[in-house]
């Protein structure tokens, strides 16, 4: 009988992860995420895993990217300064179709920031904060109990299609604690890595890279990368929508935002106004069509977000003009306020 | 039902603790609590709150703009959460430190003399927030005595037999507190 306990969001992620059966943790402290370090560096011993505070980030996520290309599921976490200085690995991970598990709890940026959370490295984290054509699997949970669940299901997805996953979440939900049903009945069930660096005797040496100076190595392997994301894009898009199906206006959101937004939405619904909220929970694949189909049925959407517009570009892509989009923003660590989005979301109503 | 609760003080006055002990209650008798701690940066006589939400339904945001109640370990806490408080919210006072003749109009206010209950009864002015989280379960009966007695011990165990009976008589004189 799975058991339920308070748990904080850092902490569910963390033993998610050990219970998806990450067993190596390469980490440099950053707040608000130190927690994940912290109790991995005890944890994973117990379990027969290792532990190491790298040196640096940027030292961080290259051993994960050797403990990936040797077969392991291991995992690196930060916060979005620390995620600026891992870009080069990220992008290495993505051409060298290693699959890993990695985590950035946003908080306020840019620059050293602050320590609130935030919603503003969404661009980095989907569009790219690394060099050449690559995608990750961007999961974004709003609860602890997601952040313990989307450990597992980053780990499953990443060894299905050999892309990196990643977890953009933020300062509140790593740090707030909520009832957590923990997994401890999950049995991982890794897939066979045939391609691993696991020492070549008795087989065909592997190599694991990402240069080719030839004509085409570059080009073939870019075909295959595009290959893989127009599958993921196809087979792994989820979202959630709360009282969408008569709203009148409908709100996006993910993360912390779409809490706030379910809750004003709820009590405006008390009152009789038509909202809905739909929650991105794969940020990577983007849930462009159901979003687009959404529109047609509105008369307007307001994008709720804690930065100073990011998501809105692709709500703007997805609806394409068919009704107006308009953005909730706060950026610098400030959080979305209940009151403000009430107003936002009543004017839209009203204008018609 | 939902209940917003904000904690605040200095750090060091077990503001998170009490916070903590209010949220594990809740969850172990089937509600849903989330629990929101905020810091300075310093770890003694910086700021600390808590935002605590309790509810018999899925929990929005764990952050509260409205209060149903405030409990406030020191003056600071005062100036800067009173006004959330809702019309007929609870307002809990530590009265030890507390200079100021406050009006809270439309909102029930109660005074605990946390601190020097702690000393005179208890000899120990560290189980002073478990005083405070005693008279709170009587204004709100959604967590029991009983309850809140488990979550102590269970927190208490480690330090010993005697460290968790001073917090049960902490416990139970800000139950009984007038």
Redesign the interface.
């Known amino acids: 009988m799975a058991k339920?306990?308070?748990m904080k969001g850092n902490i569910a992620l963390a033993e998610g992860a050990v219970i998806a059966g990450c067993r190596y943790y390469f980490g440099y402290p950053i707040t608000p995420q130190n927690e994940i370090p912290e109790y991995m560096a005890t944890r994973l011993p117990e379990v027969g895993g290792v532990f190491v505070q790298a040196e640096s980030e940027l030292a961080s996520i290259n051993m994960l990217l050797g403990a990936a290309a040797a077969g392991a599921r291991a995992m690196t976490t930060t916060s979005s300064p620390g995620f600026s200085l891992m870009q080069e690995g990220v992008s290495y991970l993505a051409a060298c179709h290693l699959p890993c598990l990695m985590a950035n709890v946003q908080r306020g940026g840019p620059g050293l920031g602050n320590i609130a959370a935030s919603q503003a490295d969404y661009f980095q984290a989907v569009k790219g904060g690394g060099h050449g054509d690559y995608r990750l699997i961007v999961l974004a949970p709003n609860s602890p109990q997601e952040m313990m669940d989307f450990a597992i299901l980053g780990y499953e997805l990443s060894d299905k299609y050999l892309v990196p996953a990643l977890i953009l979440s933020d300062g509140?939900i790593g740090?707030?604690?909520?009832?957590v049903t923990v997994r401890d009945d999950y049995v991982p069930k890794p897939p066979e890595k045939p391609w691993a660096l696991t020492g070549c005797k008795g087989r065909k040496k592997n190599v694991i890279r990402s240069l080719w100076l030839d004509e085409d190595g570059v080009i073939i392997n870019n075909k295959k990368l595009q290959a893989k994301y127009r599958e993921i894009e196809k087979n792994e898009v989820r979202y959630e929508e709360y009282m969408t199906d008569d709203a009148d206006v409908i709100a996006v959101a993910y993360g912390?935002s779409s809490?706030?937004a379910?809750?004003?939405a709820?009590n405006m619904r008390n009152e009789g106004l038509k909202v809905g909220v739909i929650r991105p929970i794969t940020l990577y694949p983007y849930p462009y069509l159901r979003i687009a189909e959404l529109a047609s049925r509105v008369k307007s959407m307001l994008v709720v977000e804690m930065c100073a517009g990011q998501m809105v570009e692709d709500v703007r892509l997805a609806v394409n003009g068919k009704v107006p989009v308009e953005l909730y923003g706060m950026p610098g660590g400030e959080?979305p306020?209940?009151?403000e989005v009430y107003s936002r979301l009543n004017a839209l109503l009203k204008r018609g | 039902m939902i209940e917003r609760i904000i904690i605040s003080g200095f750090g060091g006055q077990g503001v998170l603790s009490a916070g903590l002990m209010l949220a594990e209650s809740a969850v172990h008798i089937g509600l849903e609590a989330t629990f929101m701690p905020s810091y300075g940066i310093e770890m003694r006589g910086g700021t600390a709150n808590c935002h605590v939400i309790i509810s018999d339904k899925k929990i929005g945001s764990p952050i509260i703009s409205e209060a149903d109640s405030l409990i406030a370990f020191n003056e600071q806490s005062i100036l800067k959460f009173a006004a959330r408080v809702r019309d007929k919210g609870l307002i809990m006072l530590n009265s030890c430190v507390v200079q100021k003749d406050y009006d809270f109009p439309g909102r029930k206010v109660v005074m605990v003399p946390m601190e020097s209950m702690a000393i005179d009864s208890l000899g120990n002015q560290k189980m002073a927030n478990v005083i405070m989280i005693g008279r709170f379960i009587r204004e709100k009966a959604f967590i029991t005595l009983d309850e809140l007695k488990r979550v102590i011990n269970e927190k208490f165990l480690k330090k010993g037999e005697k460290v968790v009976n001073l917090n049960y008589q902490a416990l139970e004189i800000g139950y009984q507190l007038q």
């Open positions: 339920q306990m308070l509140v740090l707030m604690m909520e009832s912390l809490r706030i379910r809750t004003v709820e959080f306020e209940e009151s």
